[in-house]
């Protein structure tokens, strides 16, 4: 039987992602799980926890609902078991992400693109994951593809109905497309107030189906996307998550996820500008790069993953442009520089997927293992808020009590959330939540990163250490390189 190149190149670009899911074992961020996981396990199986933002209701339920249809089609035939309910949502992704790349290819039409995709290190240890970034990223791909570009035979605006989806899941998507939106209709030969006209339509039943599904969950009519942008953007909550200097995407963002590439986008920058006429779609993306990157620096709270869509852009534009360079140096360089972007892809893509923040995700396989044939566990995590998932890893209805970091929003001068409070002085604030408290149930696990249980001695004198799983190398602020499980004696 003959099989299609097309078959064999999508179907190639499936099983690297499905090995992906098996190979990367460690966490990246909260939002993987408290953005996507908990809250579909709560829509399927009645119980979970919902972080601010879902009380706020600036989150689309779209993501959450399509991974709770697996969940609770799981539960009808008797296989909800964690590791079928942690695994699935990240196979469902790995077919997403890998059809991305596949569409990617069929317009790039170059190999050499999309082997640096796949290579990435980052986008190998995001790919797989239920993040909204990385849905975003393989959609994105997925429009570029039939993108109605000046120069190709493409006059559909189908990625519209893409582009709609986008921008109801993550407003910030807009971003990203509005340059490209307006490219549209100015080089379009259609009739404008046709293109209009349909970009009237697509958007405004984009937009009433997004209203539609979060008014039904969120049991009252919102438009999150509104709610998103007052929330984060108005009233500035998400510098709350940290912030970064204004130029930390062009001098480390931009880097750590290119690359070597870096230098040859920085190249090709001046390849473009010099020569934009041959490199028309080059400098469409360029402007949009740029555009986004602007806008982005301009948000104090920065992050690594919101740069992912616009990766497919980088590459194309560094694997797409020519430079007048002597053949001879060309030949000379080629297999040094594979085998320099191959080293430092490989080394950290297998560190950050193995070994990098691997014990959120061990811990909650042991606590599951602990706990299952036991009745009235009660868990205190002493950890920052959302270092771990919950829910969706122990699927069962147990007490548990995480340090919340609810945003101020009442506006207080001297505001702390839970989570600061405790890590300013964790004696005082066990002495104040428990020792002081008769009503309240004293747990029977606490979970604590290393440092911290010095500070607590006190209180763990009741517990016994059970066991110790290592977290990170390199651990951020209140984290630490191991976490302990302590067993009430």
Known sequence: MHISKKTKVLSCL?????????????????????QSLEVAHRLAFGYGYLTWEWVMKIRSYTYPVLLSIMYRTLALTSLDYVIILTVLPRIFQAVISAYGEYKFYKWTKNKWTLYSLCIN???YY???????????TAFTMIA????????????SVRYLWIVGFLCMIRPTAAIIWLP???YHLCTSLQNKLMLIRQYSIICAICCFSSILLDSYYYGMLIISPWEFFRVNVLYKIGDLYGTQHLLWYIICGLPVLLGCYYIIFLLCIYQIMKHSSIFHRQAVMLIVIGWTLGVYSLLPHKEFRFLLPLLP???????????????????????????????????PGLYFSLIHQRGSLDLMNLLHKEIINTDNNNIL??????????????????STKILTCEPNFTNNTNYMDEADIFFANPM??????????????????????????????RFLKQYQLSSQIFYAHFPQLNYGKYIYVYKRK
């Not at 570029?144 to 006059?155: A, G, T």
């Not at 852009?313 to 520089?337: D, E, G, H, R, W």
């Not at 995590?381 to 969706?392: D, E, G, I, K, R």
Request: hydrophobic fraction near 45%; aromatic fraction near 16%.
């Open 14 to 34: 499936i099983i690297w992602r499905l090995i992906s899911v098996f190979v990367v074992q460690t966490a990246h961020v909260p939002d993987e799980y408290w």
């Open 121 to 123: 290190w980052y986008w």
């Open 126 to 136: 995001c790919a797989t994951r239920t993040l909204i970034n990385t849905v975003e």
């Open 144 to 155: 570029l593809s039939i993108f109605p570009w000046r120069d190709s035979n493409i006059k």
């Open 180 to 182: 490209l939106c307006l």
């Open 313 to 347: 852009m980088c590459l194309y534009i560094c694997t797409s442009c020519t430079f007048s360079l002597n053949v001879k140096f060309i030949k000379t360089a080629k297999k040094s520089f594979v085998g320099l972007l191959i080293l430092t892809n490989v080394l």
């Open 381 to 398: 995590f002493l950890t920052p808020c959302h270092a771990t998932p919950l829910y969706s890893y122990l699927h069962m209805n147990v």
């Open 428 to 457: 005082q604030w066990l002495d104040k939540t428990y020792n002081s408290n008769k009503n309240i149930t004293i747990p029977n696990y606490v979970i604590s990163f290393d440092h911290i249980v010095p500070k607590i001695g």
